[in-house]
């Protein structure tokens, strides 16, 4: 496994969002900005109160993007022996990345999940290595791999 791969595609990803999220905010409020030649009324100014609700939505999750890739930056990806951030665990057939919360992507043909150090799976398998077992959500689990 390429773990610098693995760190670049995580980035990617997230940069990836920042576009999408960026494009999705300039087209709402292009969509939806008050000009001052336009007559207004009280309906006008109630969606236009719920427009800025939404575009302050729409800004808050391009900023969750940019907080995520700075925090992948951060992150060492060298092999590590035991979970803490930047380790791949393999869980049950499953890879995780501690890093940030990702769904499912894939990188040569091997799928993996992003998760951060604050997600509760994480915090039950902290500090654990290969072999170990830890129990979340009622369930048991071994950790099959760290790396």
Not at 96 to 105: H, L, T
């Amino acid at each position: 496994m390429d773990k610098q791969k693995l760190k670049e595609a995580l980035i990617a990803l997230e940069k990836e969002h920042i576009n999408e999220d960026e494009m999705k905010y300039t087209e709402f409020l292009n969509g939806n900005l008050l000009t001052r030649n336009e007559v207004v009324d009280s309906d006008d100014q109630s969606h236009h109160r719920q427009s800025i609700e939404i575009s302050d939505q729409l800004e808050e999750q391009a900023h969750v993007h940019l907080d995520h890739l700075e925090t992948i930056n951060k992150i060492s990806f060298e092999t590590k022996e035991m979970i803490e951030p930047g380790a791949v665990v393999s869980v049950n057939g499953r890879c995780m990345v501690v890093a940030v919360p990702k769904s499912s992507f894939s990188i040569d043909g091997i799928e993996y999940i992003g998760i951060s150090a604050q997600a509760p799976i994480y915090q039950a398998m902290k500090g654990k290595a290969s072999g170990d077992s830890f129990e979340f959500n009622n369930q048991n689990f071994v950790i099959e791999s760290v790396n």
